[in-house]
């Protein structure tokens, strides 16, 4: 069974936002990256010095089986708008499983960055399907 989890995307406050919901759900950040932690030749466009700070991925458990997740946009990429920040990540329990998972949601959509094991040790991918969904497909083995 593969675990869904929302995954917001901001232009530049993901911090306050997430402090905001870690003081409303409780419990403490699992995981809080920024983009000065990426390594060398990883960030694709690059990320200019004024956002080297900002947060490339943050982690907050929300009740027993659920993760809020969320980043700030690349700055590449140009700013998200209401609507336009919300992805669905999807976690499989094996590779073959997320690579199935990504194949089918790819079907007639926008891969925008393919399947490939990445620097957080993630086999990671992400899709906008046919409809216009934005997906995260990621298997990881030491989960």
């Known amino acids: 069974m593969a675990a869904i989890n929302p995954y917001l995307t901001f232009n530049?406050?993901?911090?306050?936002?997430f402090n905001f919901y870690k003081s409303v759900f409780g419990g403490e950040f699992v995981y809080l990256g920024?983009?000065?932690e990426i390594p060398p030749g990883e960030s694709g466009p690059g990320i200019p010095e004024a956002y080297q700070d900002k947060i490339m991925h943050v982690s907050l458990p929300i009740g027993k089986h659920h993760i809020l997740m969320g980043s700030d946009n690349h700055p590449a990429y140009g700013e998200v708008s209401f609507?336009?920040?919300?992805?669905i990540s999807i976690s499989a329990e094996t590779k073959e499983a997320a690579d199935k998972l990504f194949n089918g949601l790819s079907e007639n959509g926008q891969i925008t960055m393919p399947m490939a094991d990445v620097f957080w040790g993630d086999y990671f991918g992400m899709v906008i399907d046919q409809f216009g969904v934005m997906w995260m497909v990621s298997f990881n083995k030491n989960a």
């Open 83 to 87: 609507g336009q920040n919300i992805n």
């Open 34 to 36: 920024r983009f000065n």
């Open 12 to 17: 530049g406050n993901c911090e306050e936002a």
